[in-house]
């Protein structure tokens, strides 16, 4: 192993991860304009479902990650329903669905502690079941391998979601102009909805695979959700290839600098990144 | 008065009674002599029953009043597998002390708040405990709550235990007295043991923002100043460049002591990255915990070093524990031993001390040598720190070892 392409490898490695959250994190807040806090707490969901039948119940490993995205992908759908369409409803502000997001984020968060223990759980199997494949030097498992192309093929698979589905165009109406949309006959709630539940959905897989890359958590949600924000601003809020660069981005000034200095400042690191893109380029990197 | 009394005919009235002068004058004679001697003696008996019976209530407590201790335990959160032991450990002290008649009669009640191992809920839990239940005395776990919550106990003057692994809480505090291990002190009898084996150049894999840690690294700078720094953001879970930096640097080991939680995520990417530098660390399941045996290959946890407690699964509290709570590990069992033994040491250092007085529930904590403890202490040292017992163990082929 070698170290300069190790570090890369770890900086992708962590980017694919953040690029997982800040990807239906963006196509949330390009639907409806408010930060979705709630949606951190979809990885843990994800996560604990797979844990849930796999470990638990015995299930077929493939099949309960099936459902542990469904899951995922449908309380977020029900969050919509339940909560965030009679607040938008109400003409409620971005304020108020901040803090309702905030709420169910600590409330799903207390109930996945409550029914599992806050106990730390693993997903993986034994290490050396686990493949390991070297890349110019540097080595990367087989799990992160896999997030890294999921990180890449979601991406690919939401542009062309957007771009060449009349779903998609629906759903770039609305990020446009959702009273335009309407206007044009666009049912913007309904596809908001679905929205919610392709963007929970890609979390909740972020969260299987954290799970099986180092293990679950009730509060795991929380961490993944700081970082995929900070990637998500600074690759340009609602944008699907600016959550990818940002995440990326991100990964690398992250590992790149505790290599510099003690690892105790990569938070710092990445807050003070997110601060000159803040400063400098608020809008971030895809967004003129 | 005026309504019920009136005077008419030289009579007196007074409500339905009619009295003639003659026989209120008779009336007033015979009470001048003797009723009056009766009726001043029975007050002053009732003055002095009454007095007695006041200051005998005064000077005894009811009984019936149980000695109220608050604890502040991580009971959720990434540490609640420590605190949940903790408090069971404590139910068990309890269980006996009460069984037993309480202390001096009166029993003894625990009043747990969860502190989440979060500095400001174990502040709000500590205000709670002191101002609204008004406990007597306070058991605090983790260090870092420890050190938020010992200003509050000292503000009152109220002896206080601390469960923590940094010796200045008690050194700068006078009324608190400090259970658990000695991370400065560990830390450096593990460099100290590292040298003898001519592991020389060690990479401090510690958490930021952790007492302990801060303790560790001035253990670890009293002994070498052969050391690299490898620190990492605690709860963070990705330790991978953080290990290269240890390899880079060509570190002979790592010395760590953290959580349960974060050991297998570092065995799990030492061993993807190929990094075989043993640890340094604390308890032996911290070092390796049971999940890692199972899915870390034996050749990457070789040579790990640990400080640890006697083992204290074969004695009294430890088989009684254990049939209670079969699956705990050994690490949980000494989390249940120091509940239980916190409870042992109060109970113990009030007995005798019917009126509660702080001053001598300090002066007895400072003396309390032989009491029923799970760890086998023998009480507080001179800087109220409780005396352990710990020893070195070095994992070989899928067992720990003592190091003589």
Not at chain 2, 155 to 174: G, T, V, W
Request: net charge neutral; charged share 20%; glycine share 8%.
């Amino acid at each position: 192993m070698d170290i300069i392409p190790q570090l890369v490898l770890n900086s992708i490695i962590a980017g694919s991860i953040y690029a997982l959250i800040a990807l239906g994190f963006n196509l949330i807040y390009g639907a409806t304009k408010f930060f979705n806090l709630s949606h951190g707490v979809m990885a843990a969901i994800g996560g604990y479902t797979v844990f849930y039948f796999a470990k638990t119940l015995g299930w077929n490993l493939p099949l309960s990650i099936v459902v542990g995205v469904l899951l995922a992908g449908l309380i977020g759908y029900a969050l919509d329903k339940l909560v965030y369409f009679p607040l938008r409803k109400r003409k409620a502000s971005n304020m108020v669905l901040l803090v309702a997001s905030l709420g169910l984020f600590t409330a799903i968060q207390a109930i996945i502690a409550i029914l599992f223990t806050s106990q730390f759980q693993t997903l993986s199997q034994n290490i050396s079941g686990q493949r390991i494949y070297e890349i110019l030097g540097g080595v990367i498992t087989q799990t992160q391998l896999t997030i890294l192309i999921s990180a890449l093929v979601i991406t690919v698979g939401l542009v062309l979601l957007l771009k060449y589905t009349m779903f998609g165009k629906a759903i770039k109406a609305v990020s446009d102009d959702e009273e335009v949309a309407k206007i044009v006959g666009i049912n913007t709630n309904k596809i908001i909805s679905y929205v919610f539940f392709i963007g929970s959905a890609i979390a909740g897989l972020g969260g299987i695979l954290v799970g099986f890359d180092t293990g679950i958590e009730p509060t795991m949600g929380f961490a993944l959700l700081l970082k995929g924000v900070i990637a998500a601003i600074i690759g340009g809020v609602g944008s699907i290839y600016g959550a990818l660069i940002g995440a990326f981005l991100l990964g690398f000034v992250e590992n790149f600098g505790i290599w510099q200095i003690s690892g105790e400042w990569k938070d710092a690191i990445a807050f003070i990144l997110l601060i000159l893109f803040l400063i400098f380029r608020p809008r971030g990197i895809m967004n003129k | 008065m005026t309504k019920n009394l009136t005077i008419y005919n030289n009579k007196i009235k007074y409500r339905n009674y009619q009295y003639n002068e003659q026989y209120l004058k008779r009336l007033n004679k015979f009470m001048n002599k003797k009723t009056k001697l009766i009726v001043g003696a029975l007050i002053i008996i009732v003055i002095l029953v009454v007095g007695y019976l006041v200051s005998k209530g005064q000077s005894e407590p009811i009984s019936t009043d149980p000695i109220k201790i608050g604890a502040i335990l991580p009971l959720s959160g990434a540490a609640a597998f420590w605190g949940e032991n903790v408090i069971n450990g404590m139910n068990l002290a309890v269980e006996e002390i009460n069984n037993s008649g309480g202390v001096d009669g009166r029993l003894i009640k625990v009043i747990a708040e969860d502190s989440k191992a979060d500095v400001k809920e174990g502040v709000n839990a500590a205000n709670k405990l002191l101002n609204i239940d008004n406990v007597f005395t306070l058991i605090t776990h983790t260090t870092a709550v420890s050190n938020a919550v010992v200003p509050l106990t000292e503000a009152r003057q109220m002896p206080a235990i601390f469960d923590a692994a940094d010796s200045a809480i008690p050194l700068n505090n006078k009324y608190a007295f400090k259970t658990f291990y000695d991370a400065r002190k560990e830390c450096k009898g593990l460099i100290e043991i590292a040298n003898k084996r001519g592991i020389n150049k060690i990479g401090l894999l510690l958490p930021n923002a952790m007492p302990y840690a801060e303790d560790c690294i001035k253990g670890a700078n009293e002994v070498t100043d052969n050391i690299v720094n490898l620190r990492y953001i605690f709860r963070d879970r990705d330790f991978r460049t953080v290990l290269l930096k240890a390899k880079k640097e060509n570190v002979d080991a790592m010395l760590w002591i953290g959580f349960p939680f974060e050991t297998n995520d570092i065995h799990k990417q030492r061993t993807e990255l190929g990094i075989n530098i043993p640890l340094l660390c604390g308890f032996k399941e911290e070092c390796i915990s049971d999940s890692a045996k199972e899915i870390i290959p034996q050749e990457y946890l070789n040579g790990m070093i640990s400080f640890d407690f006697q083992d204290i699964s074969g004695g009294k509290f430890g088989k009684k524990y254990l049939s209670l709570y079969p699956e705990t590990s050994s690490e949980s069992l000494v989390g249940a031993a120091f509940g239980y033994d916190e409870l042992m040491l109060i109970a113990n250092s009030l007995k005798g001390n019917k009126e509660l007085d702080t001053e001598k529930f300090y002066e007895d904590m400072m003396k309390t040598e032989n009491y029923p403890s799970a760890m086998a202490s023998k009480g507080f040292d001179e800087n109220r720190i409780l005396v352990l017992d710990t020893r070195l163990l070095e994992y070989k082929n899928g067992d720990w070892t003592e190091i003589k």
